[in-house]
């Protein structure tokens, strides 16, 4: 299948139409408000259901609903939007039902701004919602990779009876790019054995997150979290962009994450042994990877669009093997490739210096 | 650093700076290269100026955020004010200068200043200052053809109501239009 231009956005709600997404309930937000409108085009052509619902609390209770009888189901929205999903989310992850969430970050906090930003890393992975839970979070840099991991999202949610997000932002929404649909790729699990389809002479199904018998909901937890760590053994993805022999290791996410790849080139180009650390899936994190990336470097720099967020899950992966230094823009400022090539520039010769010194001394 | 080639183009809502990117870029995939398209959306959309960041290149493209372009196609005043100074030294602007008295204030840059509203009234109605500036810019830079962004605009025309459909001439005489001011040394360049 050849190249077409495609918008982030649009390129999201054509993947899941592949995916097989059947229902699509969401309410509009910039700046994702186009998924909802090709969504609203595409979906009753198709016979598949599309709902605007009256809140942003309605469409993820609208995904349960779809998600407990085995159906692929998705709501999208933004920032303030999926603040007011958290305890559906954990309600969801409590009562294992499939869905995907798509979040194209604007800036916040409050109602904020509808620029690009990723001030909801912790939103994502550490979640608004109560209790011990996770959610499978993907995270898309290219609108290539947007339609990839919206297939994967798909895949996951099923796979594992767990929500999946994909976390976005404005850049990504919002440009476009060529880029190559293709069909989906994954085989799906048979819902079968505990979706409800209406009992027919079968024992009768509960899906709930209400567990009351003592030790019972404690006896999930822990269940719940062997699935965690079948998910973090099976799915840990990350793109290593240079690292062999960099002595600074840039770590970002998303969109930061191409633009920081335009100023490793630059640097590179300049003689400066510099790489880039990606994490794909952001839970699970590629803890692992990142250490052992850390251990061969002098340094690394965690570049993000908020005030330092994925830093944190950085800094306790790195876990002390080299120094972490932190650049980014809360609430709608952007780095710009010169942005953080000079950021490079800045620690790099710092890096230098310091072992000259060092160097000195013996 | 952001490509082989990187242009802004910015103007008034309602001018196609917006369009005229888009046309870039499928153009760019008709030539089987890179591109991104990445536009300012929001407040700046109602009123003041619009404006998009186009990336052309052989090569993967990294950011679509531009810190300094090649080339700034400035439909206004406003975006010449705005976008001056991000063209890289040695790159050019162009300027509509049937909406900028502005003084220009970069001598490390060339300007290339085009009437852009009166020389439309020459050409059948409606016509198109956005098109002619792109075949203008596409002239001058060559960095597609001009064949290609045709193309485009016939695949375009396919798929568009019989109302726009109908522009399609308007479209090609423009775009030729705009090149030729470049080919035939019509504006100082």
Request: charge should be neutral.
């Given at each position: 299948?050849?190249?077409?231009?495609?918008?982030?956005?649009?390129a999201?709600?054509?993947?899941?139409?592949?995916a097989?997404?059947?229902?699509y309930?969401?309410?509009?937000?910039?700046?994702?408000?186009?998924?909802?409108?090709?969504?609203?085009?595409?979906?009753?052509e198709?016979?598949?259901?599309?709902?605007?619902?009256?809140s942003e609390?309605a469409?993820i209770?609208?995904?349960?609903?779809?998600?407990?009888?085995?159906t692929?189901a998705?709501?999208?929205s933004?920032?303030?939007g999926?603040?007011?999903?958290?305890?559906?989310?954990?309600?969801?992850?409590c009562?294992?039902?499939?869905?995907?969430?798509v979040?194209?970050?604007?800036?916040?906090?409050?109602?904020g701004?509808?620029?690009?930003?990723?001030?909801?890393?912790?939103q994502?992975?550490k979640?608004?919602?109560?209790?011990?839970?996770?959610?499978?979070?993907?995270?898309?840099?290219?609108?290539q990779e947007?339609?990839d991991?919206?297939?994967r999202?798909?895949?996951?949610?099923?796979?594992?009876r767990?929500?999946?997000?994909?976390l976005?932002?404005?850049?990504?929404?919002?440009?476009?790019?060529?880029?190559e649909?293709?069909?989906y790729?994954?085989?799906?699990?048979d819902?079968?054995?505990w979706?409800?389809?209406?009992?027919n002479n079968?024992?009768?199904r509960?899906?709930?997150?209400?567990?009351?018998?003592?030790?019972?909901?404690?006896?999930?937890t822990?269940?719940?979290?062997?699935?965690?760590?079948?998910v973090?053994?099976n799915?840990?993805?990350?793109?290593?962009?240079?690292l062999?022999?960099?002595?600074l290791?840039?770590?970002?996410?998303g969109s930061v994450?191409?633009?920081?790849?335009?100023?490793?080139?630059?640097?590179r180009d300049n003689?400066m042994?510099?790489?880039?650390?990606r994490?794909?899936?952001?839970?699970?994190?590629?803890?692992?990877?990142?250490?052992d990336?850390a251990?061969?470097?002098?340094m690394?720099?965690?570049l993000e669009l908020?005030?330092?967020?994925?830093?944190?899950?950085?800094?306790?992966?790195?876990?002390?093997?080299?120094p972490?230094?932190?650049?980014?823009?809360?609430?709608?400022?952007?780095?710009t490739?010169?942005?953080?090539?000079?950021?490079?520039?800045e620690?790099?010769?710092?890096l230098?210096?310091t072992?000259?010194?060092?160097?000195?001394?013996? | 650093?952001?490509?082989?080639?990187?242009?802004?183009?910015s103007?008034?809502?309602?001018?196609g700076?917006l369009?005229?990117?888009?046309?870039?870029?499928?153009?760019?995939?008709?030539?089987?290269?890179?591109?991104?398209?990445?536009?300012a959306?929001?407040?700046?959309?109602?009123?003041?100026?619009v404006?998009?960041?186009?990336?052309?290149?052989?090569?993967d493209?990294?950011?679509?955020?531009?810190?300094?372009a090649?080339?700034?196609?400035?439909?206004?005043d406003a975006?010449?004010?705005?976008?001056?100074?991000?063209v890289?030294?040695?790159?050019?602007?162009?300027?509509?200068?049937?909406?900028?008295?502005?003084?220009?204030?970069r001598?490390?840059i060339?300007?290339?200043?085009?009437?852009?509203?009166?020389?439309a009234?020459?050409?059948t109605q409606?016509?198109?200052?956005?098109?002619?500036?792109?075949?203008?810019?596409?002239?001058?830079?060559k960095?597609?053809?001009i064949?290609?962004?045709k193309?485009?605009?016939?695949?375009m025309a396919?798929?568009?109501?019989?109302?726009?459909?109908?522009?399609?001439p308007?479209?090609?005489?423009?775009?030729?239009?705009?090149?030729?001011?470049?080919r035939?040394?019509m504006?100082?360049?």
């Open positions: 299948m050849a190249k077409v231009l495609v918008k982030g956005n649009e999201i709600a054509q993947a899941a139409i592949n097989g997404c059947h229902c309930f969401g309410y509009p937000i910039t700046p994702q408000s186009e998924i909802g409108e090709y969504m609203g085009k595409h979906m009753p198709l016979g598949r259901v599309f709902i605007t619902a009256e609390l469409s209770n609208m995904v349960i609903g779809a998600g407990t009888t085995g692929k998705m709501t999208s933004s920032s303030c999926i603040a007011l999903m958290q305890e559906a989310l954990s309600a969801m992850c009562a294992e039902v499939p869905g995907v969430i979040s194209v970050m604007r800036g916040g906090p409050g109602l701004n509808i620029a690009p930003a990723q001030g909801d890393y912790f994502a992975l979640g608004g919602g109560n209790g011990d839970y996770k959610i499978i979070v993907l995270s898309p840099s290219t609108v947007a339609i991991l919206t297939y999202a798909f895949h996951l949610a099923l796979k594992y767990n929500p999946v997000m994909l976005a932002d404005g850049v990504l929404g919002q440009m476009m790019e060529p880029a649909f293709g069909e790729p994954y085989k799906d699990p819902v079968s054995q979706a409800l389809d209406g009992a079968r024992p009768a509960n899906i709930v997150s209400l567990h009351m018998p003592e030790g019972e909901m404690e006896m999930l822990n269940r719940i979290f062997k699935k965690y760590e079948e973090a053994k799915e840990t993805t990350y793109e290593d962009y240079l062999s022999d960099a002595k290791v840039l770590t970002a996410f994450a191409r633009v920081a790849k335009a100023a490793v080139k630059r640097a003689g042994k510099v790489g880039l650390f994490p794909v899936t952001l839970f699970p994190f590629p803890d692992k990877d990142l250490h990336t251990q061969k470097a002098d690394i720099l965690d908020n005030k330092g967020q994925m830093l944190l899950d950085v800094r306790s992966a790195v876990f002390g093997a080299c972490v230094e932190f650049y980014g823009r809360p609430a709608g400022g952007l780095l490739p010169d942005m953080i090539y000079n950021k490079i520039t620690l790099y010769s710092k230098e210096n072992q000259k010194a060092e160097a000195g001394v013996r | 650093m952001n490509g082989d080639m990187s242009v802004i183009i103007g008034f809502g309602g001018q700076a369009f005229a990117g888009i046309l870039l870029c499928h153009a760019a995939v008709v030539e089987g290269k890179h591109t991104t398209w990445f536009p959306y929001g407040a700046e959309m109602r009123g003041g100026a404006n998009c960041s186009v990336n052309i290149s052989d090569s493209v990294p950011s679509p955020i531009i810190d300094e090649d080339a700034v196609i400035a439909l206004n975006s010449q004010e705005k976008f001056e100074h991000k890289k030294s040695g790159g050019f602007m162009i300027i509509n200068s049937s909406l900028s008295h502005l003084k220009t204030k001598t490390d060339n300007y290339i200043k085009i009437p852009l509203n009166e020389l009234q020459k050409l409606p016509a198109f200052v956005n098109v002619i500036a792109l075949g203008a810019f596409l002239e001058k830079t960095i597609l053809k064949e290609s962004v193309e485009v605009m016939k695949e396919k798929t568009v109501s019989a109302k726009k459909a109908a522009l399609l308007n479209n090609l005489e423009s775009i030729d239009f705009g090149a030729n001011l470049i035939q040394q504006v100082t360049a």
